[in-house]
């Protein structure tokens, strides 16, 4: 099984779970250059706030380095905030199956001080 096999396979076991759940979820993407996170309604259909190293808000914080952690925790706190502006405090975390540290972490750990509860 190689590597993205391995993360979608940890991403459907987590995504379920969520489901099971039933709160909003908090999701997170991230390539190489970019991270990206949405916050997703219950049923998945509906995007209640989006952030993106892609953003030129984000981009002009973290002065064009887009790939590193301080501009993952930026996102975070971007996120946070658009999110409690829809209303919505309670997240549940999907991190795609990504593994938990580095930049993860960081957007995950920005997003909890910012006034997310997951």
């Given at each position: 099984m190689d590597k993205r096999a391995s993360r979608l396979k940890r991403?459907?076991?987590?995504?379920?779970?969520?489901?099971q759940l039933g709160v909003n979820r908090l999701t997170?993407?991230?390539?190489?250059q970019h991270i990206y996170a949405q916050v997703l309604s219950t049923d998945g259909k509906t995007?209640?706030?989006?952030?993106?190293?892609?953003q030129a808000d984000?981009?002009?914080a973290v002065n064009n380095k887009t790939g590193n952690i301080a501009a993952a925790s930026e996102v975070g706190k971007k996120i946070a905030q658009k999110a409690i502006e829809a209303g919505v405090t309670v997240?549940?975390?999907?991190?795609?199956?990504?593994?938990y540290h580095g930049?993860?972490?960081?957007?995950?750990?920005?997003?909890?001080?910012a006034g997310l509860k997951f």
């Open positions: 991403a459907l076991r987590q995504r379920s779970k969520i489901k997170v993407h991230k390539t190489s995007t209640l706030a989006s952030a993106a190293t892609t984000v981009k002009s997240v549940a975390f999907d991190r795609s199956g990504f593994k930049r993860v972490k960081a957007l995950a750990d920005a997003a909890r001080e």
